[in-house]
């Protein structure tokens, strides 16, 4: 009975030290070199209680041309853990079945190809709320090569298409704002009230919607007048503040703060959170004047990456928590439907050191406050934040590929022996990269990947064997176990080259892993 006990108890114990997370994020699939579509997935972290974790992707489907291949749920238990500047870097490499997935009338094909364990190798990070991931599962057998790229980092503006909307209330009036963003409707301030009574509501749900769109509404925000003075039409992530009459006030702005715990009458928060340095913003837009303004004729957005802390627009003062601007303020009345690209200004700003945690975006009906006229009406649809591929070089075996632009795709080169997808290194993000090696083409396909996996670049590497040339990593001592084909720091990071005094982990052809201080 004792005995019982006690394994009850130890039960009970290992169940209340685990914990578990479920991230939702996008993932993409790249199977023997060519990308699939990007979707949505989850993936379930658990921690263990002996310090280890338990990553699990349920019901994974690939696409597969017009229809989809109905995979299982990948489960890897025991998986290592390095800690490391508030970043926990799990890696793994593990024998493993692929169980069926959640629905039972569905023809699940993991277990079946996996009657015997197939190899599968995991790197991942979590650092905040975020994970980030790569699986790759190699189906020799069946001459399928998979890799899983997953990442749950907030890299979006929610709603950004206007699709939904609620009711907000402001006094006696109330209307139509999109869920996640704001007008003076649900604005603070002094003059909140007034500006409200004495002024038509600004932001409305529009059936127009840009060329191509999905969607099915977009929002419209129009100029009206309060005492013969134009009151611009604004939307933003933030929240408005109406704290003069004046319309040139610096009292009259958006601002966020992520401290601020006021909500709207959705329930959502006065800020958006980012985690993620975008390259550029895409939106569509269409803008009509009422009347011509030939001094002021253009419509505005400016979108502010920030650290979080209090920032307004427009600005009040300088300030040192901004991480990068796009500012497009030559928005020209046409009365059509364009797609404008606006690049993020990061070098300005760099001095700032600041980490991105939030973005403020403000559309208005016109560049300058109080300009314009009642009656101008501006358009908005599918608003994108661009993530673009960031490499910036490749290594193979350790050695750079020559004349490497990010432009080209296709290249030329020479390796000591047939390489494997393991010698493949660019200098990218971690977990946005896929390499597979067609031995038969002597070719290696290297997919590159925007932070959001939403956007690629295939590198196309013809090799030759050619045993003169130096592999890049040679100076590691081998011993009994042949050659060094892979080394990492003690983060769990591939590298091309050693530092002395520091430590590594060398991974050698005959599969041994060891511990290398270089000297």
Request: net charge negative; charged share 20%.
């Amino acid at each position: 009975m004792m005995k019982k006990l006690l394994t009850l108890c130890a039960a009970l114990a290992c169940t209340i030290g685990a914990t578990a997370t479920d991230y939702k994020g996008g993932l993409s699939v790249v199977l023997n070199g060519t990308p699939s579509s990007y979707q949505q997935a989850n993936i379930e972290v658990i921690r263990q209680d002996d310090g280890k974790y338990e990553l699990k992707l349920a019901d994974f489907v690939m696409p597969n041309g017009d229809g989809k291949l109905y995979v299982g749920t990948i489960d890897m238990q025991n998986v290592d853990a390095v800690e490391s500047n508030g970043e926990t870097i799990l890696s793994a490499a593990q024998q493993i079945t692929i169980a069926p997935g959640s629905d039972p009338d569905q023809m699940w094909l993991g277990p079946a190809l996996s009657v015997t364990p197939i190899p599968v190798k995991l790197k991942a990070s979590l650092k905040g709320n975020a994970l980030r991931a790569s699986i790759h599962i190699p189906f020799a057998t069946m001459g399928l090569d998979i890799d899983v790229l997953f990442n749950s980092t907030v890299l979006q503006i929610p709603n950004s298409g206007f699709e939904d909307f609620h009711i907000e209330k402001s006094g006696s009036k109330s209307g139509y704002e999109p869920n996640h963003w704001h007008s003076f409707l649900s604005a603070t301030g002094m003059y909140a009230l007034s500006q409200n009574a004495f002024s038509d509501i600004h932001t409305s749900v529009s059936k127009d919607v840009r060329p191509g769109t999905t969607g099915k509404t977009s929002i419209l925000v129009k100029a009206t007048s309060v005492f013969g003075i134009v009151a611009n039409g604004t939307i933003t992530t933030g929240r408005m503040n109406a704290g003069d009459f004046s319309a040139t006030s610096p009292l009259n702005h958006a601002f966020l703060d992520l401290t601020n715990a006021d909500k709207d009458g959705h329930g959502d928060p006065f800020y958006t959170r980012l985690a993620g340095r975008p390259d550029s913003l895409g939106v569509w837009v269409k803008f009509r004047q009422a009347v011509a303004q030939p001094d002021d004729p253009h419509a505005s957005l400016n979108a502010v990456i920030t650290d979080g802390t209090r920032y307004q627009d427009p600005q009040d003062k300088e300030y040192d928590n901004i991480v990068a601007k796009a500012t497009d303020t030559l928005i020209t009345s046409q009365n059509e439907w364009v797609r404008l690209s606006i690049p993020f200004d990061y070098a300005t700003y760099e001095a700032n050191r600041a980490e991105a945690r939030a973005i403020l975006v403000t559309m208005s009906t016109n560049a300058h406050p109080g300009k314009g006229s009642a009656g101008d009406e501006f358009y908005i649809d599918d608003l994108e934040l661009v993530y673009l591929p960031k490499v910036r070089g490749i290594r193979v075996f350790g050695n750079e590929v020559q004349n490497f632009d990010p432009a080209v795709s296709d290249y030329d080169i020479r390796v000591p022996e047939e390489p494997t997808a393991d010698v493949v290194v660019p200098t990218a993000p971690r977990y946005t990269t896929a390499a597979f090696v067609n031995k038969a083409a002597r070719t290696i396909s290297l997919v590159a990947f925007g932070d959001d996996l939403q956007r690629h670049t295939v590198y196309n590497l013809k090799y030759t064997v050619d045993p003169t040339v130096t592999n890049g990593i040679d100076s590691v001592t081998t011993g009994d176990h042949g050659r060094a084909v892979a080394v990492y720091n003690i983060n769990g990071q591939r590298v091309s080259d050693m530092q002395s005094g520091q430590l590594y982990i060398v991974r050698y052809a005959d599969g041994a892993t060891v511990k290398v201080l270089a000297q």
